[in-house]
């Protein structure tokens, strides 16, 4: 490695007064807005799993809601839920690797409008992506197998989307986008040095990939890994789509029928499997934290660089080629399904006397839709701003100190991740309803910005704290002998040097409360509607067109955004 | 003599006091509504069109303001349940199915409603009490392809979707589910038999829990039934190649009720809308949005297409106290 840590004690003993009285004022303020944040309706959660009835009904405490999911239907379900996660992890991590590679260090034509068109469908509401693909790829009449059967002759079906493969398809959508802006900076903020060094050593191109860019990678990429794989264990709307049909139930399916599929809601039951799916994904997290503990993973240091970028000669035709088929497979087929669909009449039927703009003319002058995107843009930018704020925090916190209290702080930013959403926003809901009545949380935009900073934080932290990992310590000590404070040290150092990460996770984040539905719901009141809530009505009241023109909405604003994003990445690299 | 005549005078005089009386009273309740000057109702019909013109009519004939928080049913029936635990009396009147209707109702949710004079107009086989009002209704038909059906196979009859030729060919709602899946089922097993269902079961239907999706995938020709169909899809799909049937034995249904939730801060204006909703003019934009009226003198006045749907047998609905039960037969029958 090419620096060595200072002694952290050290470090942060130069901070001076600050460190010496503001610390344990600090850290207990920090565990305070975490504990409100994450812990508080877990604890409610939590009581729900153990209490025979939900708060506020008189009931008496036992295991009966883990003791009734102790049953082979449920191992069944537990097995199926994390073999359909693990396979499309590897799948989309491979992919995403491979395509972050391509786009930020290979000279691939066209990788700067490649990188904004790849993670487009990360941005797509599920429902629609999941409609697109049920029009292109149903056994029975699907786009895909019509045009096989026309090309080749036969009567067979090429792709059932209502499959285990459907499943896996439409989760690594989303999979492979998400853990691509994960890991494409990380790429680029990179010294070549560190590669120039394998190879002029020996080493071959694939060995110095494997051996020194991709063990680099790994604080990333593993995070990527489990924010994601957990995330498939959470996932619902492939496998209600594709999967239930042709009974392949998920854990999420089975809470969801707990809840909402019966006649008396079970949330004993539903808060149990969510606390046993916890336990779950908390073994992945001791297993990420020791297969890293004792690594360093700098790579960005004090002297200047410019990221290397590998010549491939003619193969970079082939990896164009590659960028491609993903950008048409995932974003131009079904995009192209929404965009179409959203000129026509009905979704999918495209004859030329259903033709009409008045889809968007419907949401133009729907007036709960204004309402409910000045709310979400609201929310969305002080939302992922105060998240992105807090996760820097909580990251510096966790990875550049060694603070008594940073692993608490660590696991409580965690939390929210490792709650299926649909149960979390039940929490939410308790929690925020049984507080007194003089704090204005219920019933306001309060409640719904504090959820999705919660939702969020999980996100904010691990990008933050992977790119802190990367960043050394002789830069943050050298502005410390430059005489800068510690604000300034953060401000001006850490979250200068981080900032495309930030930049990513804010841009996820904002895009995650975009979509939010599940604490949505049970959170909203009258006038204080968002975005998501307005589909779902819009979806259930037969107006999937009207979604789609939304959709189309939110995809312009991530072009832009990411455009702006990309324009300021360019000119810091250039800078460097 | 004298005396019977006197009580008959003024037995006389009641009757034609009656009526003047009641309209007075009910001003009074017009005027304390509109000195509320507001209305919140928690309703498991999201973004319903028929709500929102009806609401907006209330709105401009008494000039008090709707607000309506819309979730499924289940949401709805937990944010009430939390928001009454904590003490937080929020909304005024609620509108749900009338399975979580019962369920809630038995759980102490709501409080007795008070006269309201259009309830007099309620219909048979729909009937309020002082607490429920029927609402509207959702009745289920069959749903076919008419490019994948021919007008002689099309199925007159509940039992013919039992006939060799539709199997692996319907989708179906889910039948292990709250929903209209789950109402066709008991509807099934009460007028035919479980032997109905479990022969129902060797079709293998296909099923799927997002209607909305479903139907249009039976219109795109993916499949050539689809049941049970909700009537009030019909406008919606105006234009694509299906046709829905109501089968000769009549169609299932489900009611929505309204309720007064307990403790509600705005009691009249929660009793003015019940009471103006069961009037025809908002009864009848229900019944051309496809819904069953709960009123008389509606069905006839309904558009031409849906007045000869809506116009058939009511089959049957759930029952709530059997519901689980009904869910568990239907995971054993269809595995």
């Known amino acids: 490695m090419v620096t060595v840590a200072a002694p952290l004690g050290e470090r942060t003993a130069s901070f001076g007064g600050l460190w010496r009285w503001g610390r344990p004022a600090g850290i207990a303020a920090l565990i305070l807005i975490l504990c409100f944040l994450s812990l508080y309706p877990m604890v409610m959660l939590l009581y729900g799993s153990l209490h025979s009835t939900p708060p506020g009904i008189a009931g008496e405490f036992n295991l009966n809601g883990y003791i009734n999911i102790a049953t082979t239907e449920n191992l069944v379900v537990l097995a199926n839920t994390v073999g359909i996660s693990l396979v499309k992890t590897v799948l989309a991590l491979a992919l995403a690797v491979l395509l972050a590679w391509i786009v930020a260090r290979t000279d691939t034509p066209g990788r700067g409008v490649l990188e904004v068109l790849i993670t487009l469908p990360f941005f797509i509401p599920p429902i629609l992506t999941a409609t697109a693909w049920a029009m292109l790829g149903n056994a029975q009449v699907g786009t895909i197998n019509l045009a096989w059967r026309w090309l080749s002759g036969s009567d067979t079906t090429l792709v059932d989307v209502y499959s285990y493969g459907g499943v896996i398809w439409h989760m690594m959508q989303y999979s492979t986008p998400f853990i691509f802006l994960f890991v494409v900076d990380a790429f680029r903020a990179m010294d070549p040095s560190l590669e120039e060094s394998s190879r002029m050593s020996g080493a071959t191109r694939w060995q110095t990939f494997w051996r020194v860019t991709f063990a680099l990678m790994l604080p990333v990429t593993t995070s990527a890994f489990i924010l994601s794989f957990i995330r498939g264990i959470e996932s619902f709307e492939s496998a209600v789509f594709f999967g239930v049909p042709v009974g392949i139930e998920v854990i999420t399916t089975t809470i969801y029928n707990s809840i909402t599929q019966r006649a008396q809601p079970d949330y004993q039951s539903a808060t149990a499997l969510s606390f046993a799916a916890l336990a779950l994904m908390f073994l992945l997290l001791v297993m990420q934290s020791r297969l890293l503990r004792g690594r360093s993973f700098t790579t960005v240091t004090g002297k200047g660089y410019s990221p290397n970028i590998t010549r491939l000669g003619r193969l970079r035709w082939v990896t164009f080629g590659l960028c491609i088929v993903f950008f048409a497979l995932t974003v131009a087929l079904p995009i192209g399904q929404l965009l179409l669909s959203s000129f026509f009449k009905f979704f999918g039927f495209y004859e030329a006397d259903m033709l009409t703009l008045e889809h968007y003319r419907s949401v133009w002058e729907n007036s709960g839709f204004w309402r409910a995107f000045g709310n979400t843009m609201l929310l969305g930018v002080v939302g992922a701003s105060a998240t992105m704020a807090l996760g820097g925090i909580v990251a510096y916190v966790t990875t550049r100190t060694r603070w008594r209290g940073r692993r608490l702080i660590d696991l409580l930013a965690w939390l929210p991740w490792m709650m299926p959403g649909m149960v979390l926003g039940i929490g939410f809901l308790w929690g925020f309803a049984i507080l007194p009545h003089g704090i204005p949380i219920y019933g306001t935009l309060w409640a719904l910005l504090l959820a999705y900073i919660a939702l969020g934080t999980p996100v904010a932290v691990r990008v933050t704290s992977s790119a802190y990992q990367q960043i050394a310590n002789d830069i943050e000590e050298c502005s410390r002998v430059h005489g800068a404070g510690w604000w300034q040290t953060l401000g001006r150092i850490l979250i200068a040097l981080a900032w495309p990460a930030f930049a990513v996770g804010w841009v996820l984040i904002f895009f995650g409360i975009m979509r939010e539905l599940s604490a949505s719901i049970l959170l909203y009141a009258p006038g204080t509607e968002v975005l998501s809530v307005v589909m779902l009505k819009m979806w259930v009241s037969g107006k999937p067109e009207e979604v789609s023109v939304i959709g189309l909405v939110m995809l312009v604003l991530v072009l832009l955004f990411r455009w702006v994003q990309l324009k300021f990445i360019k000119k810091r690299i250039s800078t460097l | ?335």
């Open chain 2, 1 to 335: 003599m004298l005396r019977r005549r006197a009580l008959g005078l003024l037995a006389a005089s009641t009757t034609l006091a009656g009526p003047a009386r009641a309209q007075d009273d009910w001003a009074k309740v017009a005027d304390a509504a509109k000195k509320e000057g507001k209305l919140v109702i928690y309703t498991a019909s999201i973004g319903s069109p028929s709500l929102k013109t009806v609401t907006k009519a209330f709105e401009q004939k008494y000039g008090i303001a709707v607000e309506l928080f819309e979730a499924r049913a289940s949401e709805v029936r937990e944010r009430v349940r939390v928001e009454q635990a904590a003490g937080r009396f929020l909304g005024d009147i609620h509108h749900n199915g009338s399975t979580t209707t019962w369920l809630m109702n038995r759980d102490g949710n709501f409080q007795p409603h008070g006269p309201i004079p259009n309830i007099k107009n309620i219909v048979p086989p729909y009937e309020a009490d002082d607490i429920r009002v029927p609402a509207e209704v959702i009745s289920y038909a069959l749903m076919i392809n008419r490019n994948l059906v021919k007008p002689a196979d099309e199925p007159k009859s509940w039992k013919d979707i039992l006939d060799p030729r539709w199997t692996g060919k319907i989708l179906s709602d889910d039948y292990r589910a709250l929903g209209g899946g789950a109402v066709f089922f008991v509807v099934m097993h009460d007028t035919f038999g479980k032997e109905f269902l479990e022969k129902l079961a060797t079709q293998k239907p296909v099923f799927s829990r997002d209607i909305q999706n479903s139907e249009r995938r039976v219109a795109r020709g993916e499949f050539p039934l689809y049941l049970p169909f909700s009537l009030q899809d019909t406008n919606t799909l105006k234009g694509l190649p299906i046709k829905p049937i109501v089968p000769v034995e009549g169609r299932p249904y489900v009611r929505f009720d309204l309720a007064m939730l307990k403790n509600a801060p705005r009691p009249n204006a929660a009793r003015l809308f019940m009471n103006f909703y069961l009037e025809p003019e908002q009864q009848i934009i229900y019944a051309n949005a496809g819904y069953n009226p709960v009123v008389k003198g509606v069905i006839e006045k309904t558009i031409e297409e849906l007045r000869q749907l809506l116009a058939t047998k009511a089959l049957g609905t759930t029952v709530p106290e059997r519901q689980d039960a009904m869910l568990e037969m239907a995971k054993q029958i269809f595995k």
